[in-house]
Structure formats: C-alpha cells, structure tokens
C-alpha cells in the first residue's frame, strides 16, 4: 500500500531524512517512534503529498509521488497537530464542507455515521469553536474520514490532550483501525502506541528502523509481559540488577532512551528515591 525507496529530504544544506526505506502492507496500523526533529511530520508531510521528496521513491496504492498527487489524495485522510476546522461552524457544517470538496455520495448518511463513530452525533448542531481540545480532535478524525479513505496518516493525534480525552481518542483508533484501514501515526509516546500499533519503526537521525518486523509484531507481543523505556544510562544499571530474571525478545536504543520488550521469570528489584 505504502512503498518508499531511498527518500531523501533537504532543507537547503541541512538533510532531515537521509536514505529512508519504509513499508507498510493494506490494513497494517504502523506506529512510526522517534524523538523531536528526527524527521516524522516531514515525512508525513511527503506521504500527504504536501511537500515534496529531494530524493527517492515514493509510491501509495501505486501511484507515484508527487507526479501523481491528485490521484493519491483520494485515498488519504490526514490528521494534524491541529484540528483544521473552521470554529464558526458547527460539527455537522464542517462535516458537510469537507463532505463537498470529496465529493461524498449521500452525505447525510455519512456524516450521520462519522458522527457515531467519535460519539459526537448529540453536539452535531454546536459550534466548533464551543468544543473542547480532545473533542476537536475527535471531530478532526470525522472530518478526516468522511470520504471513506484506504488511507490514513496521524501525526502525534495526542498532542495537547489530557488524560481523559486521550482514553477516548484510543477507542476511536481502535474502531477504526479494525475496519481495516492502512495507518501510518507519529508518536514518541511508545506506551501509547503499544496497544494500537501491530508494527513499530524507529525513526532517528538515521534512516528508519524496524523495532519489531511486522512478521513477528504479534508474536513478539504476546510473549512480552512488559515494554519499557529507559534513560540509556538506567538501562545500563538495571539489565544489570535483572541479570538472569528476564528474557529479552527485542530492545532499541531511541534517541536517548532505552526500549525494551521482554518477559520476566520471577518479580523484579525496582529502585526508587
């Protein structure tokens, strides 16, 4: 679904992505991991078609990027930092628009039901700007689905959202992500992406990574009892405290963290101030 060959992005003399390779098959949800200024919305700004490769190949359900850009926006749906909505207006209005510019076959049933799915069908009639941080959000994720796409591209959904509204920002992904959509969503929150993702790339000031190949996301998972994020210089300390009480499937070194996935044979020694 997603094919990218050798992508190289500059910015002037400065390179941001440098030879990155990435994958993702139809209805795959990939957790893209990494800390600020490695590069994860400029590389979902080229997957959007709104910024354009210095390098590389570029491919979405075959068509090539940016050459074939219209073509490609079809499929997609995007989800920002911000919600890009118009606050004048109230939910089902916005809806309408964006419903319009895709050219949506019978919108009323549709909007009717992207209202469902973000349980916000009782504040159809209310003004956006009226909403709350997490309910804009969510209305974002209507806004962004409501031409049905193959596609969809998240760029850090949590940003500014408190605990609350993040829970419920979690059951929308996972309402969506089993109808079988391709997610590709930023994050440097791995416990968040954990329990939506089935697959994890790292994407440092190298090219992108795999954490855990997708052929061996679900396994690797089921036999880990625990993730875990360290500094590295925690990490250092305690694999030494857990010598012999854990089994490691998979570690990677993130930035300046330390993540772990493993399984433990009896309770750890955890040390606090």
């Excluded at 003399?13 to 139809?26: A, I, R, S, Y």
């Excluded at 857990?242 to 020694?269: D, E, N, R, T």
Aim: proline share 4%; glycine share 6%; hydrophobic share 45%.
């Amino acid at each position: 679904m997603i094919k990218v060959r050798k992508l190289v992005k500059r910015f002037g003399l400065k390179t941001v992505l440098k030879g990155m390779d990435f994958e993702v098959e139809q209805g795959e949800f990939v957790g893209l991991l990494g800390p600020n200024g490695a590069g994860k919305t400029t590389f979902l700004r080229i997957l959007s078609s709104l910024s354009r490769p210095s390098l590389g190949d570029v491919r979405i359900a075959g068509y090539r990027l940016p050459h074939q850009a219209a073509a490609v926006r079809r499929r997609l749906g995007v989800l920002s930092h911000q919600p890009l909505l118009y606050g004048d207006l109230t939910a089902e209005e916005n809806l309408r628009f964006f419903g319009k510019l895709y050219a949506v076959e019978d919108p009323d049933s549709r909007i009717d039901e992207v209202l469902q799915l973000v349980d916000l069908a009782h504040r159809r009639n209310d003004l956006v700007r009226t909403y709350s941080r997490g309910m804009q959000q969510r209305l974002a994720i209507a806004r962004s689905v409501i031409h049905d796409p193959d596609i969809l591209l998240l760029d850090e959904p949590y940003t500014g959202l408190d605990q609350d509204a993040c829970a419920m920002l979690d059951e929308v992904l996972q309402e969506i992500a089993v109808q079988g959509r391709t997610i590709v969503m930023t994050s440097h929150d791995l416990a968040r992406v954990a329990d939506l993702a089935s697959r994890f790339d790292v994407l440092s000031r190298w090219p992108a990574r795999p954490l855990i190949p997708a052929r061996r996301a679900q396994s690797v998972w089921k036999t880990s009892s625990m993730v875990i994020q360290l500094s590295v210089g925690l990490a250092r300390f305690f694999c030494g405290i857990w010598q012999g009480s854990v089994s490691f499937h998979h570690s990677c070194v993130l930035g300046s963290s330390a993540i772990f996935a493993m399984s433990a044979s009896k309770s750890l020694p955890v040390y606090s101030k």
